[in-house]
Nanobody, 123 residues
Framework: QVQLVESGGGLVQAGGSLRLSCAAS????????ISWFRQAPGKDRESAAS????????YYADSVKGRFTISRDNAKNTVYLQMNSLQPEDTAVYYC????????????????WGQGTQVTVVS
């Protein structure tokens, strides 16, 4: 079992920055792909960024590419999402999710989810 705890959300002015953290329990953190999702009020959840277990492969949604950077520190069991040049449309609850490399779930599904952290960007 893996528990994920997000932190770092808050209120920020447009153009500002925030760094989200996703801290995980467990001893096999490097075996998990970690993704950041976000869900704005009245909208579907969308994937923002993801990172492979060894940190080599990264994915960004077009909407955040060039502004967000995902990274991980496996020694600290933590994944980060550095968010720069934030815009009001980035306002959402941000969730991190973990998928084990040997997961039996369908492609695109995740094994564990965090509770989320609110990011609010005001103009």
């Amino acid at each position: 079992q893996v528990q994920l705890v997000e932190s770092g959300g808050g209120l920020v002015q447009a153009g500002g920055s925030l760094r989200l953290s996703c801290a995980a329990s467990g001893r096999t953190f490097s075996m998990y792909k970690i993704s950041w999702f976000r869900q704005a009020p009245g909208k579907d959840r969308e994937s923002a960024a993801s990172i492979s277990g060894n940190g080599v492969a990264k994915y960004y949604a077009d909407s955040v590419k060039g502004r967000f950077t995902i990274s991980r520190d496996n020694a600290k069991n933590t994944v980060y999402l550095q968010m720069n040049s934030l815009q009001p449309e980035d306002t959402a609850v941000y969730y991190c999710a973990a998928r084990h490399r040997a997961s039996q779930r369908l492609s695109g599904e995740y094994d564990f989810w965090g509770q989320g952290t609110q990011v609010t960007v005001v103009s």
